[in-house]
Every structure is written in structure tokens, then in C-alpha cells.
């Protein structure tokens, strides 16, 4: 059984976001779900164990009581046998924003990562927002160092561009010519996309709007719509 991807554009934490996370949360099994947050690409200026708590005190509540940040700060932590196995024991897996290059580095080939891969497997919900879902692409930006750099792949033949309205889609000409064929995914602040298919159908949710960029076309969604990437 394949479970449910998620991608958000940052914000991820407030009311506009309350839509996508309870349906994340009902396909990870409801208020039982044991919810993961990994708080990574937050580590670089120290902000991981805030973030983190926001996350806790975000899905608490949304009624779930069985929710942590784990200690997973970088690739060191990555194969930590407790968070390894905290990891692939869960039914929601949260990954939070910060430094994209930085998060990629920490779970890259890393036994937390292969964790992640077999709790997707089984059924869990892998849910990104700004670096967390950059990272999750075929291909990702890192502002802090201007370079694109090879994701997870988890999402074949994509790149989101997240922040989109603020700021991201000044990376977007940039993006456009590095790599041309590949699909670029503008997200929105407190906007975000959950997969509803096998076939690469995602709902939008939220505040703002999702922006695809390829071949040479522009199309827009705004919540409610269905978008399929392929």
C-alpha cells in the first residue's frame, strides 16, 4: 500500500493550513496517528527545537496526542537507531522549512531517509513545507548558496519553488533554463498540494494559489482544483 505525499509552501502552521493537515491527518489513520516531526532544516541557525514545538503545539491542536520532534538535527542523527525506528513506525512524517541544502545533506543515503521510504510503503503520509517539500523533488534551489542541486526524488520530473507570491518566483527565470524540461512548482504560502492518486493527481488546499510552470505554459490552480503532474 502507497501512502499519501504532501507539499506546502511555508507557513505551514495556522488556520489556513487547517484543511490540508486534518486530511492528512485522516489519511494517516485520525487523531490516533502518530505524528513525526523532523525539525533539520531548521538546524543551521539554531532555530530546530522552536520549530519544532510549533509543530507539536500545531497538530495537539488538531487533537493528535501522540506527536514528537525528533532529534534528527543532521546526517549524524540521520542514523540514530531511535529515530530510525521512531521514523518507520509512523503514520505521519512532517518535514519542516529552513535550509533545503542542509536538510537534503542530513537524510541523504541516510537509514532515516530509508526509513521514510518504507513507512511511505506502508501507508504513512510524507508531508514537506517549504525546504521539507523542496527537498522531496528531483531537483531543488539553495538560495543560501545559489546552486541546484539534485533532490531525493520522491517527486519525479518536479522542483517546487516555494514562498512562491513573496519571493519564490524571482528563482523562476533562473529555474526555467537550468533545467527546462522539468515541471516547476510554484507554491503559495499556507498553500499546498496533497497527492490523491497514483497517477499524480494532487488536490490544491489553502490560502493562495499553485503555479506550474512547463512546456512553455503557465497554468493556475487555486484550492479546491485538482492538478495532475506528471
Known amino acids: 500500500m502507497m501512502g499519501t505525499i504532501v507539499l506546502a509552501g511555508g507557513a505551514e502552521f495556522g488556520g489556513a493550513m487547517e484543511e490540508l493537515d486534518r486530511r492528512s491527518l485522516e489519511k494517516a489513520g485520525?487523531?490516533?496517528?502518530?505524528?513525526r516531526i523532523?525539525?533539520?532544516?531548521?538546524?543551521?541557525?539554531?532555530?530546530?527545537?522552536?520549530?519544532?514545538?510549533?509543530?507539536?503545539?500545531?497538530?495537539?491542536?488538531?487533537?493528535?496526542?501522540?506527536?514528537?520532534?525528533?532529534?534528527?538535527?543532521?546526517?549524524?542523527?540521520?542514523d540514530e537507531p531511535d529515530v530510525v525506528s521512531s521514523l518507520r513506525h509512523a503514520d505521519l512524517i512532517y518535514l519542516l522549512g529552513g535550509f533545503p541544502g542542509y536538510l537534503a545533506q542530513s537524510l541523504a543515503d541516510s537509514r532515516?531517509?530509508?526509513?521514510?521510504?518504507?513507512?511511505?510503503?506502508?501507508?504513512?503520509?510524507?508531508?514537506?513545507?517549504?525546504?521539507?517539500?523542496?527537498?522531496?523533488?528531483?531537483?531543488?534551489?539553495?538560495?543560501?548558496?545559489?546552486?541546484?542541486?539534485?533532490?531525493l526524488h520522491l517527486v519525479a520530473g518536479g522542483c517546487v519553488v516555494p514562498h512562491h507570491r513573496s519571493f519564490g518566483q524571482t528563482w523562476v527565470p533562473r529555474l526555467k533554463s537550468l533545467i527546462p524540461d522539468v515541471t516547476l512548482i510554484g507554491l503559495d504560502e499556507q498553500t499546498g498540494l496533497l497527492n490523491i492518486s497514483p497517477g499524480w493527481e494532487w488536490q490544491v488546499y489553502g490560502a493562495g494559489s499553485v503555479v506550474i510552470y512547463r512546456a512553455g505554459q503557465i497554468e493556475t490552480y487555486e484550492s479546491g482544483d485538482t492538478v495532475v503532474l506528471t
Open 30 to 35: 485520525g487523531s490516533d496517528a502518530s505524528v
Open 38 to 78: 523532523i525539525p533539520a532544516a531548521a538546524a543551521p541557525d539554531n532555530n530546530h527545537a522552536r520549530a519544532g514545538k510549533n509543530g507539536i503545539d500545531w497538530f495537539r491542536s488538531l487533537g493528535v496526542a501522540d506527536v514528537r520532534a525528533l532529534p534528527l538535527i543532521d546526517r549524524a542523527s540521520a
Open 112 to 151: 532515516s531517509w530509508d526509513a521514510i521510504l518504507a513507512a511511505l510503503e506502508d501507508g504513512a503520509v510524507i508531508s514537506g513545507s517549504s525546504a521539507g517539500a523542496m527537498v522531496l523533488c528531483m531537483y531543488f534551489y539553495d538560495p543560501h548558496h545559489e546552486r541546484l542541486c539534485q533532490g
